[in-house]
């Protein structure tokens, strides 16, 4: 797995990511596990941790693919 650098100033995604609440996060979680994607614990802070973990990962991600040497 390659190694992500998490940006040094918090950008409007990664705002709106870690903004979420986990009446937000709940259902996805739910998709993932039901989906049998991923073996989350029936707790709403596993499943919101779980989530924002994920949408996290895409971001910083996405852009190292947009934003290459950014950080």
């Known amino acids: 797995m390659a190694e ?5 100033t918090l950008t409007d995604d990664l705002r709106e990511v870690l903004g ?12 993932f596990r039901d989906a049998g994607r991923a073996e989350i ?11 924002l973990d994920w949408l996290i990962r895409l ?10 040497g950014r950080g």
Do not use: D, W
């Not at 992500?4 to 040094?8: E, G």
């Not at 971001?59 to 290459?68: F, L, N, W």
């Open 59 to 68: 971001v910083v991600e996405a852009m190292k693919v947009v934003h290459p």
């Open 41 to 51: 614990r029936k707790k709403c802070e596993e499943e919101q941790a779980f989530i």
């Open 20 to 31: 979420m609440m986990n009446f937000q996060t709940g259902p996805m979680a739910h998709a």
């Open 4 to 8: 992500l650098t998490y940006p040094s």
